[in-house]
């Protein structure tokens, strides 16, 4: 156990089951995502569903199904514009240093969308109720290559690019290390930052000193366990 420990407290929030554990830990799963999702989309969230490991299996045993790190629905039309509520976020940590999953990470980005799409509208239901999905990756790694902090990827048409094009799908894609983007705040940086390097030196504000206080919670917790 006490092997256990310390390499329980030696994780950073990129990893995921430090990330994850976070999200399952009672009356704070919720807590945790909506200062996430504060942070990046700079707005309050309440209406959250939480799940945590959400799986989708393949339609058909011999297809391939995903496992999403965290599946959260918001509902916030009471509150917001309405073209954004019931909305789908999917939060992925990600650590990785294999080159072929790098290459194909434009795929993988396109197989997370098809799968969330394929079930989130109901036999019957017109195309117009399917729901915003907005597929997260904060990465220790760049793949694309440009050293941007921020990568935002939306459909468009190609011969008149600046033609509205709104199909409700968007990925985002934080780089940890990376330099490039004048409009990232600086609050937005240094959560990147913590994410990767977990500790109290890096909790530099209000937010990040609150979710601290919330990973050393779960990293003393004993039912806790990386078995």
């Not at 045993?61 to 917001?80: H, K, P, Q, W």
């Not at 990568?151 to 709104?166: A, K, L, R, S």
């Not at 994410?195 to 990040?208: G, I, K, P, R, S």
């Amino acid at each position: 156990m006490q092997n256990e420990r310390k390499k329980l407290e030696e994780l950073n929030l990129l990893d995921d089951f430090l990330f994850n554990a976070m999200m399952t830990y009672p009356e704070m799963g919720e807590k945790f995502t909506r200062k996430i999702l504060k942070l990046l989309f700079n707005r309050e969230f309440r209406n959250l569903k939480v799940i945590a490991q959400k799986s989708y299996g393949g339609l058909n045993t011999d297809l391939r199904g995903a496992r999403l790190d965290v599946y959260v629905e918001s509902d916030d039309s009471a509150e917001i514009d309405a073209s954004e509520d019931a909305s789908i976020y999917d939060l992925e940590p990600d650590k990785n240093d294999r080159a072929k999953y790098i290459a194909a990470f434009p795929q993988r980005i396109r197989f997370y969308h098809a799968i969330i799409d394929s079930r989130s509208l109901k036999s019957g239901e017109d195309f117009g109720k399917l729901k915003r999905v907005y597929v997260i990756f904060i990465c220790n790694y760049d793949p694309f290559g440009y050293d941007r902090v921020k990568y935002t990827i939306q459909n468009m048409c190609v011969e008149e690019p600046e033609m509205p094009y709104d199909d409700g799908a968007q990925t985002t894609v934080l780089y940890t290390k990376g330099t490039k983007d004048d409009d990232i705040s600086e609050e937005l940086r240094q959560f990147l930052n913590y994410m990767e390097n977990t500790t109290q030196t890096n909790a530099v504000n209000d937010t990040l000193k609150a979710i601290q206080k919330m990973v050393d919670i779960v990293k003393r917790d004993g039912e806790v366990s990386l078995s």
